[in-house]
């Protein structure tokens, strides 16, 4: 069985809890499935700076924005269910 490997990418900044805990939370499900992770500053870029300042972290599976933190903050529980959503898929 050949699965896909997630392309995914946390935007948030350097000394966000949050942020680091959602990185955790994908690297823990790195044994579940197959996965790439990539973290961006978002205080690199002064555009992603400005679009996502207020939402951090934000997570990207496969170049779609799927999480933005408005009114909580993703759970494993959550990120869990859309990567087995995207396995079912492919």
Do not use: Q, W
């Amino acid at each position: 069985m050949n699965e896909k490997t997630f392309e995914i990418v946390v935007y948030g900044r350097n000394k966000c809890h949050l942020c680091d805990e959602v990185g955790l939370y994908i690297r823990s499900l790195a044994e579940e499935f197959p996965l790439r992770m990539r973290i961006v500053d978002i205080e690199s870029d002064p555009v992603l700076h400005e679009e996502m300042m207020f939402i951090i972290p934000v997570v990207e599976i496969d170049g779609e924005i799927v999480f933005r933190s408005i009114t909580h903050v993703v759970t494993l529980e959550e990120l869990r269910n859309e990567l087995h959503r995207r396995a079912a898929r492919s």
